[in-house]
T-cell receptor, first 116, second 114 residues
Framework: AQKITQTQPGMFVQEKEAVTLDCTYDTSDQSYGLFWYKQPSSGEMIFLIYQGSYDEQNATEGRYSLNFQKARKSANLVISASQLGDSAMYFCAMRGFIQGAQKLVFGQGTRLTINP | DTGVSQDPRHKITKRGQNVTFRCDPISEHNRLYWYRQTLGQGPEFLTYFQNEAQLEKSRLLSDRFSAERPKGSFSTLEIQRTEQGDSAMYLC????????????FGPGTRLTVT
C-alpha cells in the first residue's frame, strides 16, 4: 500500500522568505509519480509540480521546486520568495503506475501562512 | 479550456434524503475521478472512470453510493439515504491518458447532512 506522510501541520514564514514543506512516502512500486497540490480557502485543488520516480533531475515550476531524494523516500516542496498569496493548504500525493492504480494517495497536508 | 466544473457547489440535505452531484471534466480528458475530503484531511479516493467504464472503486464507496459516466463525458455521483457522516467536500478531477497524467480538480461540492 502507498502512504504519504506530511509531518508539519502548520508553517509560518515571513513574506519573501523561502519555505520547505516536508513529504515522505512509502511504496513498494518501482515506478511512481509524486505530486504537490495547493488548496486555498476556496477549496479548489491546484496542481503545482510533478516528479517521476525515474526522473534524474529535480522538478521545477517557476517559484516551486521539488527536492527529490529517492533513497530517503522524500519529496519536499520548496517555495522560493514566498508571497502572501501562497497562504494555503499544501498536499503531497503519489500515484503508482501499475495497471489499475490510477488513484492519488494524499497526505494530511500542511497549512502554510505567509506573514507580511 | 474551461477547467473541471462541479454542480452544485453547496448542498444541504436532511438525513435520509438522496443527493446527486454532477462533474463536467476538461473536454479532452478521458479519465475522471471522484474524491471525498473531510475537514482537516487530505482527499480520499472514491472511484475512477476511463471513458464510460468504471475501473476502480474504493471500499469507502458503500452500497449507498453510485457513480456513472454514461457517455464518457460528464459524471454523476449519487448518495442514497444520506447520513451525517456523509458530510464532506466531494471533489472531481480529470486527466488525459499518457504522460505524467496529472489530475486537475474542480471546485468541489460541499455536502452538509443535517
Amino acid at each position: 500500500a502507498q502512504k504519504i506522510t506530511q509531518t508539519q501541520p502548520g508553517m509560518f514564514v515571513q513574506e519573501k522568505e523561502a519555505v520547505t514543506l516536508d513529504c515522505t512516502y512509502d511504496t513498494s512500486d518501482q515506478s511512481y509519480g509524486l505530486f504537490w497540490y495547493k488548496q486555498p480557502s476556496s477549496g479548489e485543488m491546484i496542481f503545482l509540480i510533478y516528479q517521476g520516480s525515474y526522473d534524474e533531475q529535480n522538478a521545477t515550476e517557476g517559484r516551486y521546486s521539488l527536492n527529490f531524494q529517492k533513497a530517503r523516500k522524500s519529496a519536499n516542496l520548496v517555495i522560493s520568495a514566498s508571497q502572501l498569496g501562497d497562504s494555503a493548504m499544501y498536499f503531497c500525493a503519489m500515484r503508482g503506475f501499475i495497471q489499475g492504480a490510477q488513484k492519488l494517495v494524499f497526505g494530511q497536508g500542511t497549512r502554510l501562512t505567509i506573514n507580511p | 479550456d474551461t477547467g473541471v466544473s462541479q454542480d452544485p457547489r453547496h448542498k444541504i440535505t436532511k438525513r435520509g434524503q438522496n443527493v446527486t452531484f454532477r462533474c463536467d471534466p476538461i473536454s479532452e480528458h478521458n479519465r475522471l475521478y471522484w474524491y471525498r475530503q473531510t475537514l482537516g484531511q487530505g482527499p480520499e479516493f472514491l472511484t475512477y472512470f476511463q471513458n464510460e467504464a468504471q475501473l476502480e472503486k474504493s471500499r469507502l464507496l458503500s452500497d449507498r453510493f453510485s457513480a456513472e459516466r454514461p457517455k464518457g463525458s460528464f459524471s454523476t455521483l449519487e448518495i442514497q439515504r444520506t447520513e451525517q457522516g456523509d458530510s464532506a467536500m466531494y471533489l472531481c478531477a480529470s486527466s488525459s491518458l499518457g504522460g505524467r497524467d496529472e489530475q486537475y480538480f474542480g471546485p468541489g461540492t460541499r455536502l452538509t447532512v443535517t
